[in-house]
């Protein structure tokens, strides 16, 4: 109750905006909404920044995730409605192997959504130039990706003409049809002829038939849809895959990746990653939010909406200091809800009514994994998939995994972070897929034995595996926005995707639907705030 009281009153009492929760997409809205001029207060419940975006020490990471699977409670009501939260976590399951991790927990900075990545020329990183906030954050570039095959191996994935060249994998036949297809779609994004362009029947076909269609070999396929054009289901099985990916979307993802190579000087490949954590990313909006005139107060939660008595209109919040609040909007994290004005406070929380959110049926299932050796000796930072039917024969979905070393300040010198993600229905799908590659990747321990072999006698070239130290897998909900509740709007978890596009496009879209007509994020110019910016760059 002290640490309650021992806040001063926060002036002004009326905003434009509030909004709870320093989420990457609250971050944003808030900093687009402080740049269009309008008064804006964020606040979190927690002590740091980045919500379900964070990157945290390890015992920080665990308390976060078990907070957040517990189920909901409706608190009691004086009047106004309580807001409430939600579960969006469950099936948390952690091992350890090794009490070196705990010993330096605070030496971690694991990312709560991970895997995730930028393409050098993606719409987040164009954000990040646009409105200056590179100044905030430096980077590092992904060294490698590589992609298994049925036998277990990791083939590496020739994204570029160099890396073609380079590939001792692929056949003299495979190079020069992987080579014709770059360079058609290449000719096809280019305005110089119509001629060149891939025809309209080709654009809506599966991308998996037209890529049997050119003649590319079953490996070259599993490459490009998976490693590059980032699938998440098995393509080659259409009548059952969930998520089909047409021509035109493939060839428009592979586009963005090639564009991405080379870009920028200091970066080697198409993908690069913020040292210290994704988390970093939504402190960069929140500061430039700053910046603008946003007020920023952590450890401050608030316990209740405030509605008209007449109307029944949303016209504030109530704060855990007790003191009311009041604006035009509300914009809540992914995980908080409010029952319906029609509904009583007693309701259960099945009966809740989420503000502008629907869940999706499927789930992400992530996992991060502390060992002390890469993956790939001749590598710190890469990238691993597994495509459907590569760990086992029923694999539908494709494993995602994600290593990071100390040179990006995530972890201690002399161990790994890993992450691995997968979408599936419920937590017995997602780990037995997690699984699977991890025991493709580690050496895992014994029970009562901290040390392990760690050979794979599965090739030829016998390699040692690094050993897994520690470990945790978890299901994360997702949530996506859907329209707003009166004038109250709930911003989407962490997706599925590798990459911030599809994030920022629904968060574009939310504050489009907040304030129709204003600029999003405006250009911030080299007399600006940041004398030292430009927009030619990007610290790798």
């Not at 099945?350 to 789930?363: E, F, M, T, W």
């Amino acid at each position: 109750m002290e640490e309650e009281t021992s806040y001063p009153p926060i002036e002004p009492s009326t905003f434009d905006l509030i909004v709870t929760g320093t989420g990457l997409p609250e971050s944003i809205i808030a900093s687009a909404a402080s740049a269009a001029g309008k008064t804006v207060l964020h606040l979190d419940t927690n002590p740091f920044y980045g919500s379900h975006y964070a990157s945290l020490p390890l015992n920080d990471f665990v308390t976060f995730l078990q907070s957040h699977s517990q189920p909901p409670k409706v608190p009691e009501s004086d009047g106004s409605i309580p807001l409430v939260s939600r579960s969006l976590y469950s099936s948390l399951e952690i091992h350890s192997h090794s009490d070196e991790p705990l010993k330096n927990a605070r030496r971690f900075n694991l990312d709560l959504a991970g895997p995730r990545v930028f393409l050098c020329s993606d719409s987040m990183i164009d954000l990040i130039l646009k409105t200056g906030i590179n100044q905030y954050m430096e980077f590092k570039s992904v060294d490698a990706s590589f992609v298994s095959d049925v036998d277990g191996g990791l083939l590496n994935v020739p994204d570029s003409r160099s890396a073609i060249f380079k590939d001792r994998s692929l056949s003299i036949t495979e190079k020069n049809r992987l080579m014709k297809f770059f360079k058609l779609v290449q000719a096809h994004f280019s305005e110089e002829s119509e001629e060149d362009r891939i025809p309209e029947e080709d654009l809506e076909s599966p991308f998996v038939e037209f890529l049997s269609k050119i003649g590319l070999s079953q490996k070259l396929k599993s490459i490009i849809l998976y490693a590059i054009v980032n699938a998440n289901y098995d393509q080659d099985n259409i009548e059952a895959c969930k998520d089909v990916i047409n021509t035109k979307s493939g060839i428009s993802r592979l586009a963005l990746h090639h564009s991405s190579v080379g870009r920028f000087a200091n970066a080697n490949g198409a993908m690069i990653y913020p040292i210290y954590g994704q988390g970093e990313l939504p402190q960069a909006f929140c500061r430039r939010a700053a910046v603008k005139g946003c007020i920023y107060v952590l450890r401050m939660p608030i316990v209740s909406v405030l509605m008209d008595k007449e109307d029944g209109t949303y016209k504030g919040v109530k704060l855990v200091s007790g003191q009311n609040l009041f604006s035009s909007r509300l914009i809540l994290a992914p995980s908080f809800t409010i029952p319906s004005p029609s509904v009583p406070s007693s309701a259960q929380p099945s009966n809740l009514r989420d503000a502008g959110r629907i869940d999706a049926k499927d789930k992400v299932a992530r996992g991060i994994c502390i060992a002390n050796n890469s993956i790939r000796s001749e590598v710190s930072n890469c990238l691993v998939f597994f495509p459907p039917r590569s760990l086992y024969p029923e694999q539908i979905a494709s494993v995602r995994v994600f290593q990071l070393s100390s040179n990006v300040a995530v972890c201690p010198p002399g161990m790994f972070v890993t992450y691995l993600s997968a979408m599936s229905v419920d937590a017995v799908e997602g780990k037995k897929l997690l699984d699977a590659a991890i025991n493709a990747l580690f050496s895992i321990p014994l029970p009562g034995n901290s040390e392990s072999s760690g050979i794979d006698n599965s090739s030829e070239n016998i390699e040692v595996k690094p050993s897994l130290l520690w470990s945790a897998l978890y299901m994360q909900e997702r949530t996506k926005f859907q329209g707003d509740l009166d004038s109250i709007s709930n911003t989407p978890m962490p997706d599925e995707h590798l990459d911030y596009n599809h994030l920022l496009d629904t968060t574009e879209k939310l504050f489009q639907e907040i304030y129709p007509g204003e600029e999003f994020l405006a250009t911030t110019s080299l007399s600006d705030e940041h004398p030292n910016y430009a927009d030619s760059e990007l610290d790798s």
